[in-house]
Structure formats: structure tokens, C-alpha cells
């Protein structure tokens, strides 16, 4: 019976990207490994599969009975809900250390990067194996997505030197065209529900013990969000009745002008003064430069929240 390799809910391109090319090297070294996902495949993770022919994840919705490999998270809230049900072999991941806790010991990869694929071309280096074109592609594109064209505060020497490697196996000549490309398919929002706006980059957090959601939409121009605005405020408020949330923020990111608008359901929403110091304009305020949840947005909450 095959390992599952799986990332986090509401799956991105990092996520399931780095589920498939962890599966092929785990493969390749003698543990046979099946890449999976939490979810749909997003548009933007629909255009690099297809872009480099590369087959979509299984579904699963249960660890019970599976052994399993978590990529791009160590988050219980992010995992399979029966996670414990499971046994986890292994974590790959760029993120602070979360909650999942294991029996054994097991395998940890986790890197101060921008990206999972940064890590796990890392170990494709240390074992000596051959990256696939296919595979050297959707890595690619991954670091391209997470580091926003290598603009992002999380961006590192490592993701930048990575994504130029990849780039060089899987033919890419023109990274920054290509990660043009898959941000306008990113922006995309036409016939969307709103819900799934809302839900297309979304995480659950603990913060000093409140339950906060935090989603983001990446667009190349904040005026493409204007007709869904006030409906993308209006659900973050409703999410945040229907699943007892102290906060649900929502960040509506300009990759162009390299900041954020943070819609606000909270309540207390003078927590984003404490953690940005920009006090809001009624329920919205916009953070300069903000363009990274991981490095900028977490880290100030959870420092808001404490305080």
C-alpha cells in the first residue's frame, strides 16, 4: 500500500505541487508514494498541471488506516481531521512548527524558505536524484506562486536560486512572463462564487486561545476586486458566525503595488492597529508592503492578539 503525500486544506499551487514532486522522489528512493490532496485543485494550480502535462492529485478526506507524508503544513486545523488515525511518516514544510505531535519519531525537512518545492529540490540534491522536466516545471511555477515573481518578504537566496535551476530543466526561459501568466489566472474571478473567493488561500490559526481565519486573494490589480468587494466583506462576516470565529480576515493583495487591503470581521478589530499600527477605515484597512501572510501577517497577529 502506497504513502500518501497530502498538504494543507483549501490546497494552493505550493501544496499540491509539492505533494506530487515529494511522491516521485520518495518513489524513487524506494517508498512507494501517491500524491493527494485536501479539496479542489485551484485555477492557478489547473494551469501549471496542464501547462507541463502533469496528472491532478487523488482526493482524500481521511488518514484512518493510511500512512501519510504532510507537505506545506504541521498544523492539525490544516491537516486531515482524523490525521491521528493515520501513521505520519514524514513533514516537509516552510512554516513555523504547528501543533501536529507523533508517537515515533519521523522524518522532518523544514526550512526558513519561501516555498516547500525549495525544500524538497533541496533533497532531490542531497539524494542525488534526476528531477523530471514535468515535475521541474510545476516546482517552478510553485516558487514563482508563493514568493509572488520572488517579490514576496518571504522570498530567500535559496527559493531565488531554486526556481532558476528548476526553470533551466523544465526549458523555462522567461520566469518572470511565465509568473505574469499564472497570476492573471490567479486574478480570475468572473463567475466565482463568493465563498470561494473567499476559501481559494485560506488557513485557521490559534491566537492566545481565538479561533482566526485569514484567507487571501493575489491579484495584478486591486480595481478587478471592486464589483465583489462588498460581498467578499459581507461572507467573511457570515464565516465568522457560522464557525465561532473571534476574527476572520480577509487580504486582498496587489502584487503590482506590493501591498494589501485587509478586509476585517473581528471582534475586536482594533487588533490589526496593535499588529500593523494602521488604525481601520471602517471595516478595512490597507498595510503598505504587506504582501506575505506567512512572514508578515502571522507573526503580527499573533503578536496583536497576545497583547
Same mark, same amino acid.
Given at each position: #500500500?502506497?504513502?500518501?503525500?497530502?498538504?494543507?486544506?483549501?490546497? =494552493?499551487?505550493?501544496?499540491?505541487?509539492?505533494?506530487? &514532486?515529494?511522491?516521485?522522489?520518495?518513489?524513487?528512493?524506494?517508498?512507494?508514494?501517491?500524491? &493527494?490532496?485536501?479539496?479542489?485543485?485551484?485555477?492557478?494550480?489547473?494551469?501549471?498541471?496542464?501547462?507541463?502535462?502533469?496528472?491532478?492529485?487523488?482526493?482524500?478526506?481521511?488518514? &484512518?488506516?493510511?500512512?501519510?507524508? !504532510?507537505?506545506?503544513?504541521?498544523?492539525?486545523?490544516?491537516?486531515?481531521?482524523?490525521?491521528?488515525?493515520?501513521?505520519?511518516?514524514?513533514?516537509?514544510?516552510?512554516?513555523?512548527?504547528?501543533?501536529?505531535?507523533?508517537?515515533?519519531?519521523?522524518?522532518?525537512?523544514?526550512?526558513?524558505?519561501?516555498?516547500?518545492?525549495?525544500?524538497?529540490?533541496?533533497?532531490?540534491?542531497?539524494?542525488?536524484?534526476?528531477?523530471?522536466?514535468?515535475?521541474?516545471?510545476?516546482?517552478?511555477?510553485?516558487?514563482?506562486?508563493?514568493?509572488?515573481?520572488?517579490?514576496?518578504?518571504?522570498?530567500?537566496?535559496?527559493?531565488?536560486?531554486?526556481?532558476?535551476? !528548476?526553470?533551466?530543466?523544465?526549458?523555462?526561459? =522567461?520566469?518572470?512572463?511565465?509568473?505574469?501568466?499564472?497570476?492573471?489566472?490567479?486574478?480570475?474571478?468572473?463567475?466565482?462564487?463568493?465563498?470561494?473567493?473567499? !476559501?481559494?488561500?485560506?488557513?485557521?490559526?490559534? #491566537?492566545?486561545?481565538?479561533?482566526?481565519?485569514?484567507?487571501?486573494?493575489?491579484?495584478? =490589480?486591486?480595481?478587478?476586486?471592486?464589483?465583489?468587494?462588498?460581498?467578499?466583506?459581507?461572507?467573511?462576516?457570515?464565516?465568522?458566525?457560522?464557525?465561532?470565529?473571534?476574527?476572520?480576515?480577509?487580504?486582498?493583495?496587489?502584487?503590482?503595488?506590493?501591498?494589501?487591503?485587509?478586509?476585517?470581521?473581528?471582534?475586536?478589530?482594533?487588533?490589526?492597529?496593535?499588529?500593523?499600527?494602521?488604525?481601520?477605515?471602517?471595516?478595512?484597512?490597507?498595510?503598505?508592503?504587506?504582501?506575505?501572510?506567512?512572514?508578515?501577517?502571522?507573526?503580527?497577529?499573533?503578536?496583536?492578539?497576545?497583547?
Amino acid at each position: #500500500m502506497p504513502a500518501y503525500v497530502v498538504g494543507h486544506k483549501s490546497p =494552493d499551487t505550493d501544496t499540491v505541487c509539492a505533494a506530487i &514532486a515529494l511522491a516521485d522522489l520518495k518513489s524513487k528512493l524506494g517508498t512507494e508514494a501517491k500524491p &493527494a490532496v485536501q479539496g479542489s485543485v485551484n485555477d492557478e494550480t489547473k494551469f501549471v498541471l496542464d501547462k507541463f502535462g502533469v496528472e491532478y492529485p487523488e482526493q482524500i478526506e481521511s488518514a &484512518a488506516g493510511k500512512q501519510i507524508y !504532510l507537505v506545506d503544513h504541521s498544523d492539525r486545523s490544516q491537516s486531515l481531521d482524523d490525521l491521528d488515525q493515520g501513521e505520519l511518516l514524514g513533514i516537509v514544510d516552510h512554516h513555523k512548527l504547528g501543533d501536529v505531535t507523533t508517537p515515533n519519531p519521523i522524518e522532518i525537512w523544514a526550512w526558513p524558505v519561501g516555498c516547500s518545492c525549495t525544500v524538497i529540490k533541496g533533497m532531490y540534491d542531497f539524494y542525488g536524484v534526476e528531477i523530471p522536466k514535468n515535475i521541474a516545471g510545476i516546482m517552478t511555477c510553485s516558487i514563482l506562486s508563493d514568493t509572488v515573481i520572488f517579490k514576496s518578504a518571504t522570498c530567500t537566496d535559496a527559493d531565488t536560486k531554486a526556481g532558476k535551476e !528548476l526553470a533551466k530543466v523544465a526549458g523555462i526561459d =522567461d520566469l518572470q512572463s511565465l509568473g505574469m501568466e499564472m497570476f492573471k489566472v490567479k486574478s480570475a474571478i468572473e463567475g466565482t462564487p463568493i465563498r470561494d473567493l473567499v !476559501l481559494r488561500d485560506f488557513k485557521d490559526f490559534d #491566537m492566545n486561545g481565538n479561533k482566526v481565519g485569514i484567507g487571501q486573494l493575489e491579484v495584478v =490589480d486591486l480595481s478587478l476586486l471592486d464589483s465583489v468587494k462588498n460581498d467578499l466583506a459581507q461572507e467573511i462576516k457570515t464565516m465568522k458566525g457560522e464557525g465561532s470565529y473571534h476574527s476572520v480576515f480577509l487580504l486582498l493583495t496587489d502584487i503590482m503595488k506590493e501591498g494589501s487591503q485587509i478586509l476585517i470581521a473581528s471582534d475586536d478589530p482594533q487588533v490589526v492597529q496593535k499588529a500593523f499600527g494602521a488604525a481601520p477605515e471602517g471595516e478595512q484597512a490597507w498595510l503598505d508592503g504587506v504582501m506575505s501572510r506567512k512572514k508578515q501577517v502571522v507573526p503580527n497577529f499573533e503578536k496583536g492578539f497576545a497583547s
